[in-house]
């Protein structure tokens, strides 16, 4: 008997002694909660096309390379729009049908959890998560660079004086209570 065959361990056999199946979702096992896989899969196929589609589309536009202003502009514009949609009181409608409220959070933000099974609960955790939210509202942005640069960096502008203003915020207000 080879090594290979001494170290492989035994093969999973049924109850008549006959070697059990393997599950053909590949997948079982991975949790003991239920967890939307196939949802997070189409999830990953639309952002995927949706993202193609903008490349084919804006092919002719596209640049040698992106400037680290628009990178940086991007950067601060994504991580403020993404955490507005996921976190700000005024935005829960959006997210209402997918989530369910929690409680306050930080300043103007609340916290949610997302709801329901398959897409509802896999919208749900997307829309809480402004980390994950950040890819799409990323990608959304850069593809906005493709086709209408300059109203993009307009608007990227606002979110990112309102990223200023917020650091300005949360300063005043810790100066003041140092006083």
């Known amino acids: 008997m080879d090594s290979a065959a001494r170290s492989a361990p035994p093969a999973a056999t049924g109850p ?11 997948v079982s096992g991975y949790s003991d909660e239920p967890k939307p896989l196939a949802e ?24 040698e390379r992106v400037g680290l ?3 940086v502009l991007m950067g601060v514009a994504s991580h403020k729009l ?4 996921a976190k700000d009181r ?3 409608f959006l997210r ?22 398959g897409v509802r609960r896999t919208v749900g955790e997307l ?11 990323s990608a959304g942005y850069a593809t906005g660079l493709l086709f209408a640069p300059r ?3 307009f608007v990227g502008s606002i979110f990112a004086g309102l990223t200023v203003s917020d650091f300005l915020q949360v300063a005043y207000k810790a100066g003041q209570e140092r006083i």
């Open 127 to 137: 829309l809480v998560c402004p980390y994950c939210l950040g890819q799409w509202v």
């Open 40 to 63: 997070y899969a189409a999830t990953t196929a639309v952002f995927n096309a949706l993202i193609a589609t903008a490349l084919a589309a804006g092919r002719d536009r596209l640049p």
């Open 90 to 92: 005024v935005t829960s």
């Open 151 to 153: 109203a993009t960096r």
């Open 16 to 26: 008549d002694g006959a070697p059990a199946e393997q599950p053909a979702d590949g």
């Open 69 to 71: 202003g628009d990178v």
């Open 82 to 85: 993404s955490r507005l949609v």
């Open 96 to 117: 209402a049908p997918f989530v369910r409220y929690e409680g306050a959070g930080g300043p103007g933000e609340v916290s949610e959890s997302p709801r329901g099974t």
